[in-house]
């Protein structure tokens, strides 16, 4: 017999790198779960992304047990990460601060695909585009899916 889930919890933890403290430890802590169980099976699962910004899903059942999804990066930590800065422009309408081709666009989009909400690779691009916009980062050539 399937098991009652008892909640869920979503968290952006870098890869490799899961700990107690906050804002894991009491967001688990929460829910009953057995943190350091969760930092073990996490950083063993996420050793080969180590320093990346990796969403996770954890699913807590009622009997305190757990499982748990890693999803892809973020589109703007890989944004920053191929554009090379920092953070996005504060004014992302009047000034920008870098700029991206769509091949990198295509790369971002065809490795965000599972986690996103469309069929296309081209509308998955204008997705990640639109994200690059809202940061302030250009996307120079011309679309490929014309």
């Given at each position: 017999m399937a098991k009652e889930v008892a909640g869920f919890i979503k968290l952006q933890i870098k890869g490799g790198a899961a700990n107690p403290s906050p804002p894991i430890g009491p967001a688990l802590g929460s829910k009953g779960v057995n943190i350091m169980e969760f930092c073990k099976q996490f950083n063993a699962r996420t050793q080969s992304q180590g320093g990346k910004v990796l969403p996770v899903v954890i699913t807590v059942y009622s009997d305190k047990s757990f499982d748990f999804v890693v999803k892809t990066p973020p589109v703007p930590v890989q944004l920053l990460e191929v554009s090379?800065?920092?953070?996005?422009?504060?004014?992302?309408?009047?000034?920008?601060?870098?700029?991206?081709?769509?091949?990198?666009?295509?790369?971002?989009?065809?490795e965000k695909m599972p986690d996103l909400n469309c069929f296309t690779l081209e509308s998955a691009m204008k997705m990640v585009a639109g994200t690059a916009r809202s940061m302030g980062i250009t996307v120079t050539g011309e679309f490929p899916g014309n």
């Open positions: 090379k800065q920092q953070k996005g422009s504060a004014e992302p309408n009047r000034r920008k601060v870098a700029s991206v081709t769509w091949d990198q666009v295509k790369e971002i989009a065809n």
